[in-house]
């Protein structure tokens, strides 16, 4: 069966992403419907189209958001078998491609589309006063949320250096606060700046923040960043190279389900998606999507 092709127009220029989709397929004679979405709305309007035009091998061309919003539009049914999900990376960010090595190029990642080859890839859920939320690469609760949200009213020129610069304006206004987070069988409280629920590695333009986290072994690679605010300036540094495990800062769990109580005034963002805000809970799917690779 052909792919159902949900692309993001406003990931590139405009009308030049979804003719470079069209082309490059085309000549490697993959099958493929296509669907250019108006909206964020309207991308699990198109993944339900496709359902019941009985698809079920989809792409999402654009970066992480994108495939956010087509992941939501997958489990607002349950599956009798695991879909298929590819990435057509074309965002600034398309930080989930990264943990499978993935070309960057559209017209390089194009050709993993071709064969049968996939990979069992576990799904994270979230659940806050915003409902239910499925996350493919990660989610932030904390002032990783608010840089998320600053970046994204940033020029989109500026790539993957716009998270960074986030980051770092929006640390002043995020003095540690008192959390509660119970992973598995295993708890934290007191002080922090952000909490990382990470499915795969990469995010934030590139950071290795989850070095150990792998999307298929059932559970959540959870990091608490505490207070001061003063260590960020030497856990950072260490962030990109993901080399900051042992920091004195930070706090490392693994556990397939978990429970946060932060202040209620704290962002929460899934795959750059803004949610809402305070106290979350969720958990990990296992294998809940076959991701093309």
Known sequence: MSWWVIVNPRAGRRGEIESRVRTVLSRLGIGYRLRASEHADHVGELVAEGREAGARKFVSVGGDGTANLVLNGLFVEAWNDPPTLALLPTGSGSDFARTFALPKRLEEAAAHLRGDETYPTDVGVIEGGFGRRFFLNVADVGVAAASVAFANRLPRRLG??????????????????????????????????????????????????????????????????????????TVMPRVVRGTHLHHSAVRRFESATFELSCPGRWPVEADGEMLGHGSVKGRIVPAAVNFKI
């Open 160 to 233: 993957g250096v716009r998270y960074g610069v986030g980051f770092w304006l929006k640390l002043a206004a995020y003095p540690a606060a008192i959390i509660q987070l119970t992973a598995g069988d295993r708890s934290y409280e007191g002080p922090a700046i952000n909490v990382v629920l990470a499915n795969g590695q990469f995010f934030a333009g590139g950071m290795n923040v989850a070095p150990r986290a792998t999307v298929m072994d059932g559970r959540l690679d959870i990091q608490v960043f505490k207070g001061p605010r003063r260590h960020a300036f």
